[in-house]
C-alpha cells in the first residue's frame, strides 16, 4: 500500500481493524476540546429541552461551520448549542493537516503534506493513526504519511507496564539529574528495533553514562593534541592514510557508516547504536588511539596523524549525533565546527566512501591485533599487570606472508603488547606460548613467573576442573536426565562439558610446557 509499517506486523492488524471497522461515538461529554458544531430550536422542537432549557434530547439539529443568527426553519434566535465535545481521538485525527494551516491552502500545508514518517505507539494504532489516514483521504484526498513506525512498549525491570497508580513507572527527570539526558536516550535507542516490548533496566543507564564518559574523553584526548594546530589546514589535508592502521580505521569507519544508514533506514535505531558502540570503543578507543600514540611524538608524523584523527572524530560526532545530540553538539563546538556547519543539526551526515573500504588493511590489522591479543592473554595467565612492560616476547610466524605483516608491525605489538622488544622465531629460553593467527606467541617466563609456584597453581586448577567435569559427565551419563530434561537444557549442559574440556586441555598444555 501507500503506508509502509515498520514492523511489518502491524500492517495485518491495521487492515483487519480497518476491514471491520464498526461506528464511532465521536461525542464527550468533557469541559475541554472541540464544541460539536450544531444547534437546536427552542420553538422549532420545545420537546428536546426541559424546563430549565437544558438540552435532552438531539433531534432535528442545525449543523453549519458558524454560529447561525437565526433558526433557518422559524426564524427565532433562541438557539441552543449542543454542549458536548468532540472525542479526543477526532480532533487528533485531523492533526496532520490543521498543523500545517488547513484549512487555509498555506505554504507549508502545500511543502510538507503529506509528511515522511509518524513514530507513535501500539496501543493508539487504531485509535489515532487509522483515523488519521481516514481523515487525510478525506479532507486532503491523500494520505498523511508514507511510513510508521511502531516503537516498543518500555516495561519495568520485572515486566510490568509502567503505571503511576501502580507505582511501576520511573522518573526520567530524576535519571537525568543521576546519569545525563544522553546516557537515558541511547539506554533506550540501544533496544529500538522490532520488538513488540523492551525491559527497562537501570544498569543500561549506567553503561550509556560509561559510554558517554569514553566518547568524551576520547575526544578531550583528540584535542588536546590539537592544541597549538592549525584546524584548517588539517581539515584541508583530511584522511590520508600512511600505513596499514590508518587504512583500517578509514575502512571500518565506512562499514559502520554503511551499517549505521541500513540500521536508521530500517528503523532498526538498536543496529545502529550497536554498531556505534563497537566501533567507537573497541576499534577507536581500544586500538587506533594506543596505536598512534607514539606518532603523535614524532615530529615527522605528527601533522598527519593530527589530521587523521581530526577526520575520524569528525565523522563520529556526525554519526552519533542523532543518538547522543547534546554531548555531541558540545564537543563540536570545539572540534568540528566551521561557518558553514556552525551545528551539527546543520552538518551533513556521513556518506559512505566505497573507495576507502579496503578488506587487505582489515584481514592485516587483524592478524596484527590478535597477535597482541594472544600475547596479553599470556600475561594475564601469570598475573603481569597491564601497562608493565616486559622485556621481550617472540613471534613465530607459520608462513612467509605472515612474517611479512607482523615484521611490518613490530613496533605497534611492542606498543600495545607492553613489551620492549619483540624478537621473531623460536625462543632460545623456556617460553609459555599461545597460538594466534598465522604465528605461535611466546612470553619468556624468566625473571617473571616462579616456576614452581605457578605449576601448583595450575594443579590445583586442574584438579578443580576435573572434579566439574566429572559431575557435569555423571548427569550426561545418567539416562532419566537425558530423556526428562527439557532438551535446552541437556544442550546446555553439553555445551559445559565442551567448555570444561576445552580449559582443561589448555591447563594441561600450559602445565606441560612449564615441565618441559
Given at each position: 500500500g501507500k503506508i509502509q509499517f515498520h514492523p511489518e506486523r502491524y500492517t495485518e492488524m491495521y487492515l483487519h481493524w480497518m476491514e471491520n471497522i464498526r461506528d464511532w461515538c465521536i461525542s464527550r461529554q468533557l469541559w475541554w476540546g472541540h464544541q460539536i458544531p450544531a444547534w437546536y430550536c427552542m420553538d422549532c422542537h420545545p420537546e428536546n429541552f426541559d424546563e430549565s432549557g437544558k438540552l435532552l434530547r438531539r433531534e432535528s439539529p442545525?449543523?453549519?461551520?458558524?454560529?447561525?443568527?437565526?433558526?433557518?426553519?422559524?426564524?427565532?434566535?433562541?438557539?441552543?448549542?449542543?454542549?458536548?465535545?468532540l472525542d479526543t481521538w477526532f480532533s487528533s485525527a485531523i492533526w496532520p493537516h490543521t498543523v500545517l494551516g488547513w484549512p487555509r491552502q498555506t505554504d507549508e500545508l502545500r511543502l510538507f503534506?503529506?509528511?515522511?514518517v509518524l513514530i507513535t505507539a501500539q496501543e493508539i494504532l487504531y485509535l489515532w493513526v487509522a483515523r488519521m489516514v481516514m481523515t487525510g483521504l478525506y479532507f486532503r484526498g491523500d494520505i498523511p504519511f508514507r511510513e510508521v513506525y511502531i516503537h516498543a512498549t518500555v516495561l519495568n525491570k520485572e515486566g510490568k507496564r509502567m503505571s503511576k497508580s501502580?507505582?511501576?513507572?520511573?522518573?526520567?527527570?530524576?535519571?537525568i539529574d543521576k546519569y545525563g539526558a544522553d546516557a537515558l536516550r541511547w539506554s533506550l535507542l540501544q533496544q529500538a528495533g522490532m520488538q513488540q516490548s523492551v525491559r527497562?533496566?537501570?544498569?543500561r543507564v549506567v553503561s550509556a553514562r560509561n559510554f558517554a564518559n569514553k566518547v568524551w574523553n576520547a575526544t578531550r584526548f583528540v584535542l588536546m593534541n590539537l592544541e597549538g594546530a592549525d584546524l584548517d589546514a588539517l581539515r584541508v589535508m583530511g584522511a590520508q592514510p600512511a600505513d596499514a592502521l590508518d587504512r583500517w580505521i578509514l575502512s571500518r569507519l565506512q562499514r559502520t557508516i554503511q551499517t549505521i544508514e541500513d540500521a536508521l533506514g530500517r528503523y532498526c535505531f538498536?543496529?545502529?547504536?550497536?554498531?556505534?558502540y563497537e566501533f567507537i570503543w573497541s576499534e577507536v578507543c581500544d586500538w587506533y588511539i594506543e596505536a598512534v600514540k607514539p606518532r603523535l611524538h614524532d615530529p615527522a608524523r605528527r601533522a598527519q596523524t593530527q589530521a587523521m584523527l581530526l577526520y575520524l572524530f569528525d565523522r563520529l560526532l556526525r554519526l552519533l549525533h542523532p543518538y547522543m545530540p547534546h554531548m555531541t553538539q558540545e564537543l563540536w563546538q570545539a572540534i568540528g565546527?566551521?561557518?558553514?556547519?556552525p551545528s551539527l543539526g546543520r552538518a551533513r551526515f556521513p556518506v559512505a566512501d566505497p573507495a576507502l573500504i579496503d578488506p587487505d588493511a582489515e584481514a592485516e590489522v587483524a592478524q596484527v591485533f590478535e597477535g597482541i591479543r594472544a600475547i596479553r592473554n599470556l600475561r594475564a595467565e601469570v598475573k603481569i599487570t597491564p601497562g608493565v612492560a616486559i622485556p621481550a616476547v617472540w613471534v613465530n610466524p607459520t608462513d612467509d606472508a605472515s612474517a611479512e605483516r607482523l615484521q611490518r608491525h613490530a613496533a605497534t605489538i611492542g606498543h600495545l603488547a607492553w613489551c620492549q622488544e619483540v624478537r621473531f622465531g623460536q625462543p632460545t629460553e623456556r617460553a609459555l606460548m599461545n597460538p594466534a593467527d598465522g604465528a605461535e606467541v611466546y612470553l619468556p617466563i624468566a625473571g617473571l613467573v616462579d616456576v614452581a609456584r605457578e605449576r601448583e597453581r595450575l594443579q590445583k586448577e586442574?584438579?578443580?576442573l576435573e572434579a566439574e567435569i566429572k559431575q557435569v559427565q555423571a548427569r550426561l551419563r545418567n539416562p532419566q536426565f537425558?530423556?526428562?530434561?527439557k532438551p535446552e537444557v541437556v544442550q546446555e549442559t553439553r555445551a559445559q562439558e565442551r567448555d570444561l574440556l576445552d580449559r582443561h586441555a589448555r591447563l594441561k598444555a600450559r602445565l606441560e610446557q612449564l615441565q618441559e
Open positions: 442545525i449543523v453549519q461551520k458558524t454560529a447561525p443568527d437565526k433558526c433557518p426553519r422559524c426564524g427565532s434566535t433562541r438557539l441552543v448549542r449542543d454542549p458536548d465535545v503534506y503529506p509528511t515522511d501502580l507505582g511501576t513507572g520511573i522518573d526520567p527527570l530524576e535519571l527497562f533496566y537501570e544498569e538498536d543496529d545502529g547504536a550497536n554498531a556505534l565546527a566551521t561557518d558553514a556547519e586442574l584438579a578443580k537425558v530423556e526428562r530434561a
